[in-house]
């Protein structure tokens, strides 16, 4: 195990070729953007919305991948992972999640299963490119709405955390393979309060869906969507912790807007010394809840590891 390089120095200046890009993706439409630095390469991927919308809702059937080595010039990888590859799923191809570990490629996605209900599925390749093979059978199938948005990450000591879930926040410690989980310790469920993911009476905004964990210096990171009252869309929140499964701490709103698709969602990576929010958006022509475009901005972090919300991009 190799933890990732973490670069201390923020780039000094702006460069507004790197700083932010809206929409990123201008051939098709992409959502769920889940970046993964991998040597000097930051690997960026998505879901994909369908351009025929079937019955009024996320018509969604593989995951895609762009990458870059300078946030300027992107590869499309094309398709690296399907449905048709998921032998015991037929719908929902949602938000994706990719890690490294010991020179393999986990990709974990949420999908519906043949037998109905939701499921997080698991494909493995040896290159960050695909092609993935899936292991054969869900990773976590709770039989619930919960086993969507997966977020893994691997802390210094060789654990790995599956985080995932909506409207609940939920985790495993994955073992060592990436393809299982430690079953004695079972599915964890985060208690959601006013003060750890703003849940109660009188707050602001509530966790949601599409979590994205992980870490900085010596602090865990959760972002995720958030639904504040009496506003029917999304928008983008943090919590922190000093312990990678709590006790949480709201740290305040990401990124207020939800870009005209009721959805956002967000993506974190640190990348040859900048930090980046991926996101999502209505922008394209056309688009809208159900056609989305993934999109970056650079954020920098306050000397105490707070965010301040971060503007939408308007390149
Ligand atoms: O893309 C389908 C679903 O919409 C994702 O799983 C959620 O995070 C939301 O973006």
Known sequence: FKP??????DVVGYDNQRTCKSPLVSNMYTADPAPMVYGDTLYLFTSHDENNIQNNFYTMLNWHLFSTKDMINWTSHGQVFSLDDISWADDRAWAPQAIARNDK???????????????????VSDKPTGPYKDIGHPLVDEGDWNDIDPTVFIDDDGQAYLYFGNPELRYVLLNEDMVSYNKSVGVKKIPM????????EGSRTTYGEGPFFYKRKDMYYMAYAAFRPNK??????YSYSNSPTGPWKYGGVLMTEDGGTY?????????????????????LPGGGAYH???CFTEFKYNKD?????????RN
Request: with cysteine; charged share 20%; hydrophobic share 30%.
């Open 232 to 237: 029917g869309s999304e928008h983008l929140a």
């Open 4 to 9: 990732p390089e973490e670069e201390d120095k």
């Open 105 to 123: 490629f986990y990709l974990y996605v949420p999908v519906h299963k043949r037998n109905g209900g939701m499921a997080i599925a698991v494909g």
């Open 305 to 313: 590891g707070s965010i301040d919300t971060i503007p939408m991009c």
């Open 292 to 294: 989305r475009s993934v």
């Open 193 to 200: 309060t006013a003060d750890s993911f703003g849940r109660g």
């Open 263 to 283: 959805t956002n969602h967000p993506g974190i990576a640190r990348f040859k010394g900048r930090s980046y929010l991926f996101y999502h958006t209505g922008q």
